[in-house]
T-cell receptor
């Protein structure tokens, strides 16, 4: 079992729709969770961080965390073609390590 | 520009050659990370510095890889006797204070022929 799992996609949504990206993680003691966006050939760019159970909203983005289910998600409202990218879920695991553990990413395609 | 910078942005080398990459973190960030990313995968941790001390190294960091961060400022990652399997994007990230959020540089794309 991978430590951080994401569906590789592609996830295709029409412009203006809600895109829902999901991530599960294996370490129950994980405390910090991050979503990064990565355009092809570019480096990861931070979208949101979330530390507590529940929802966290920032503009068109909402991160949701459920530690009991070991599940974190990212919702993108009013999806735009410019949102087309790979979305990486990253977890700071409770292993004493400071590094982030990344999923392999979900590719999102927003159709105009 | 106060973000993380990396040089060079691209490097093409022949198998067996040595290469060195540089990372300049965000000013006053005391923690610096190196990751490697191959196509279709998320970044994989290589090594971590707090100030000038190298505190963590991944199993991925074979003895051909060495990293240092003299004086706790910029960091270098050297790969000796490169192999084709070393072809990847090498990413540097930094963070500081009590914050865990890591900010990435633009990366160095390495191609070993």
């Amino acid at each position: 079992q991978k430590e951080v799992e994401q569906n590789s996609g592609p996830l295709s949504v029409p412009e203006g729709a809600i895109a829902s990206l999901n991530c599960t993680y294996s370490d129950r003691g994980s405390q910090s969770f991050f979503w990064y966006r990565q355009y092809s050939g570019k480096s990861p760019e931070l979208i949101m961080s979330i530390y507590s159970n529940g929802d966290k909203e920032d503009g068109r983005f909402t991160a949701q965390l459920n530690k009991a289910s070991q599940y974190v998600s990212l919702l993108i409202r009013d999806s735009q073609p410019s949102d087309s990218a790979t979305y990486l879920c990253a977890v700071h695991m409770d292993t004493g390590r400071r590094a982030l553990t990344f999923g392999s990413g979900t590719r999102l395609q927003v159709q105009p | 520009d106060t973000g993380v910078s990396q040089n060079p942005r691209h490097k093409i080398t022949k198998r067996g050659q040595n290469v060195t990459f540089r990372c300049d973190p965000i000013s006053e960030h005391n923690r610096l990370y190196w990751y490697r990313q191959t196509l279709g995968q998320g970044p994989e941790f290589l090594t971590y510095f707090q100030n000038e001390a190298q505190l963590e190294k991944s199993r991925l960091l074979s003895d051909r890889f060495s990293a240092e961060r003299p004086k706790g400022s910029f960091s270098t990652l050297e790969i000796q006797r490169t192999e084709q399997g070393d072809s990847a994007m090498y990413l540097c990230a930094s963070t500081g204070g009590g914050v865990e959020t890591q900010y990435f540089g633009p990366g160095t794309r390495l191609l070993v022929l």
